[in-house]
Nanobody, 121 residues
Framework: QVQLTDSGGGSVQAGGSLRLSCANS????????MGWYRQAPGNEREFVAG???????YYADSVKGRFTISRGNAPNTILLQMNNLKPEDTTVYYC???????????????WGQGTQVTVSS
């Protein structure tokens, strides 16, 4: 069983940084692709970043060069370092996991509870 717990959201001014964390309490962490989606009210869910079981990383064009996904030092954790944040990054971010390319929404099997990120101009 997999349970994702995401944290680290908050409020910053434009240009600032935040780091999100996700802990996977399950036992199949190493075989999952892990990553992040975000969803603003009234909008569709949007892929943000993913890290494959192989370690390769992939990003949405909107965050390339600003966000970095990585595996944390703590077991079964991933991190999302978000730099140069913009007001349009404001929304709820969800840690996700699945077997395969997380850019495909139907691949996502597991969801965290979400953490709010607010960027003021």
């Amino acid at each position: 069983q997999v349970q994702l717990t995401d944290s680290g959201g908050g409020s910053v001014q434009a240009g600032g940084s935040l780091r999100l964390s996700c802990a996977n309490s399950g036992t199949i962490f190493s075989s999952l692709d892990m990553g992040w989606y975000r969803q603003a009210p009234g909008n569709e869910r949007e892929f943000v970043a993913g890290i494959a079981s192989s370690g390769s990383r992939y990003y949405a064009d909107s965050v390339k060069g600003r966000f970095t996904i990585s595996r944390g030092n703590a077991p079964n954790t991933i991190l999302l370092q978000m730099n140069n944040l913009k007001p349009e990054d404001t929304t709820v971010y969800y840690c996700v996991g699945g077997w395969g390319d997380l850019m495909v929404l139907s691949t996502v099997t597991y969801w965290g509870q979400g953490t709010q990120v607010t960027v003021s101009s």
